[in-house]
């Protein structure tokens, strides 16, 4: 199954054991977090309804990048 939902005012993809780099979320490293805003969920081709889709994440590690402009 995959949903597709909402943080940080853009949108992903997602499916069980995938791995996305996402704006700061609340929470420390190891903690599980929910991400409300499903907008579209579906498996193999179907379109699902997306009422009582919960989508939990666990977050492994906060990072920063540096961009250098010159």
Do not use: P
């Not at 996305?20 to 699902?48: F, Y």
């Amino acid at each position: 199954m995959f949903a597709v939902v909402r943080t940080g005012g853009k949108q992903y993809r997602v499916a069980a054991g995938d791995k996305i780099a996402v704006e700061k979320l609340a929470g420390e490293a190891g903690d599980t977090i929910t991400l409300n805003e499903v907008l579209l969920a579906g498996e193999a081709g179907e379109i699902a309804d997306t009422a009582g889709v919960v989508v939990s994440a666990e977050i492994i590690e906060y990072f920063i990048r540096f961009f250098i402009v010159g």
